[in-house]
């Protein structure tokens, strides 16, 4: 179990499991990513911190799972391959998502250029992220 890792610990759990798996013959690590933070801070709407509404949705809770295995028993197993992964900064985005830990919440407070930022970079975010896999005309998948 791995505690208070906060957003990179999905990345480190899969390390380890590899790690694990690649040490291991014929082992399976089942990864579980939670991710409860908007229930812990979850207050309502207020007239003067509806900012945090916004950050709850952007930052909300979420779960995932994976199997992560060596020596894949193909007559058993359907295996789907992790092609890419990546990670963008903006640049000049500075100070556009603030989260404000205070006694009984985390209040977040939102730039009035977070819209922009998005709409300005995430082609060139697609692009980069589909480019790995070959795949160029990236609008044609949605």
Excluded at 89 to 106: N, P, R, V
Aim: charged residues 20%; hydrophobic residues 45%.
């Amino acid at each position: 179990m791995m505690y208070q890792e906060g957003c990179f610990a999905s990345g480190m759990v899969l390390r380890l499991a590899e790690d694990l798996v690649e040490n291991n013959d014929c082992s399976r690590v089942l990864v579980v990513c939670s991710k409860m933070l908007s229930v812990i801070i979850f207050h309502g709407l207020s007239e003067s911190h509806s900012d945090s509404m916004v950050g709850h949705v952007l930052f909300g809770n979420g779960v995932s799972a994976v199997i992560v295995g060596a020596e894949l028993d193909s007559l058993v197993e359907r295996l789907f391959e992790i092609a890419s992964f990546g990670q963008t900064i903006i640049l000049k985005s500075k100070g556009a998502i603030l989260g404000h830990l205070c006694e009984i919440d985390l209040r977040f407070q939102l730039s009035k250029d977070v819209p922009s930022l998005i709409s300005d970079n995430i082609e060139n975010c697609l692009t980069k992220a589909f480019a790995p896999i070959g795949v160029k005309g990236w609008k044609l998948l949605f």
